[in-house]
């Protein structure tokens, strides 16, 4: 069963991001206000382990489970959209408190309608690839 | 055990979600959860509406995969590995948010003012709530990624786009913050 590793991750991502409190909506508003170091240290100390991780992973050829290099694929270089895109998701990140992530975490808390911003979501994705090729 | 209980600390937290990215990476993928609301949308026959969607979802079910274990991971975490602590968020914050019309937390992770079945009858809070999914689903995608994909992932990996991408987010999520909440909530 290839599905049970993304399983047993998914489970650890979602017991990680509920016990670090980052699915609260709490801490999206505190973090926004800047008025604590909490989230700034979870994105921060994220970002720095996962910065040194796939260096050393190149340095030292580290192979995937399935035998190639480790290697991520760049992301587009599409500044505008990723400023203008971003900004609309910040909107929505704050006011909901969630992101995608959370957002399923949280369904799984037990705060079922959260799923009333999933279904939202999606409809945002369908709408976003009706009109995509009409945006900046 | 104590420890497992208590809310983590954030210097635990952030290597460990940098761990679910690496370990997605090192099975051949990448951490993005935003790519799933895409995913779904194919897998709900979007495709044949828009080409955007006209792709093989089961290439991407692992990641649905990923979504599942997130959603048995949130019920672990809080049926068995949570004390009753309540949330420790600044002071100043609460007091702010009181002045909108928000109640401590207590243990609840989202406001009851916002997501409890009472609140969704009143049809503004619906509206705030299925426009913050909207706009979580139409940004993410607009700017291809999310925390996940563009914040670690991203960054981690020095992607300039993704540090536009962040600086996004934070413009938005000030705006809502500071701009529109004294507008939304302001008793």
């Keep these: 069963m290839k599905a049970i590793k993304f399983l047993l991750t998914g489970i650890f991502f979602g017991i990680v991001l509920t016990k670090s409190e980052a699915v609260s909506w709490y801490r999206i508003v505190e ?14 100390s994220a ?39 971003g900004s609309i998701f ?18 799984g808390a037990g705060y079922y309608s959260i799923s009333i911003v999933i279904l939202a979501a ?13 945006l900046p | 055990m104590d420890y497992i209980l208590s809310p983590w600390p954030w210097f635990v937290s952030g290597p460990l979600i940098a761990t679910v990215m690496f370990l997605l990476v090192s099975f051949g993928k990448t951490f993005g ?12 026959g979007a495709g044949k509406i828009s080409s955007f969607f006209d792709f093989d979802w089961r290439e991407h079910q692992w ?14 975490a809080v049926q068995f590995l949570s004390s009753t602590d309540s949330v420790g968020i600044n002071p100043n914050t609460l007091a702010v948010l009181a002045e909108y019309g928000f109640e401590a937390p207590q243990n609840n992770l989202v406001p009851a003012e916002l997501f409890s079945l009472e609140a969704l009858q009143n049809p503004y809070n619906l509206a705030l709530l299925i426009s913050a999914g909207f706009m979580i689903g139409f940004g993410t995608r607009y700017a291809g990624g999310c925390t996940s994909g563009h914040a670690i992932t991203g960054l981690s990996n020095l992607q300039l786009p993704s ?3 962040v600086i996004g987010f934070f413009i938005g ?7 529109f909440f004294p507008l939304f909530f302001k008793l």
Excluded at chain 1, 31 to 44: Q, T
Excluded at chain 1, 57 to 84: C, D, H, M, V, W
Excluded at chain 1, 90 to 107: D, H, N, Q, S, T
Excluded at chain 2, 173 to 179: F, Y
């Design chain 1, 122 to 134: 999606l409809l945002g994705t369908f709408i976003y690839g009706l009109v995509a090729h009409k």
């Design chain 2, 63 to 76: 990641n649905l995969w990923v979504v599942v274990g997130s959603i048995l991971g949130g019920y672990i």
């Design chain 2, 173 to 179: 999520g000030l705006l809502m913050t500071h701009l």
């Design chain 1, 31 to 44: 973090m926004f206000r800047f008025e604590s170091l909490h989230m700034y240290g979870i994105i921060g």
């Design chain 2, 163 to 165: 540090l536009v991408a």
């Design chain 1, 47 to 85: 970002v720095i382990t996962g910065v040194i991780l796939l260096q050393l992973s190149k340095r030292f050829g580290i192979q995937t489970t399935e035998g190639n290099p480790i290697a991520l694929p760049e992301k587009a270089k599409l500044y505008k959209k990723a400023l203008l895109g």
């Design chain 1, 90 to 107: 910040g909107l929505g990140w704050a006011l909901a408190g969630a992101c995608p992530g959370p957002m399923f975490i949280l369904f």
């Design chain 2, 33 to 44: 959860m935003s790519s799933n609301l895409r995913t779904l949308c194919s897998l709900g």
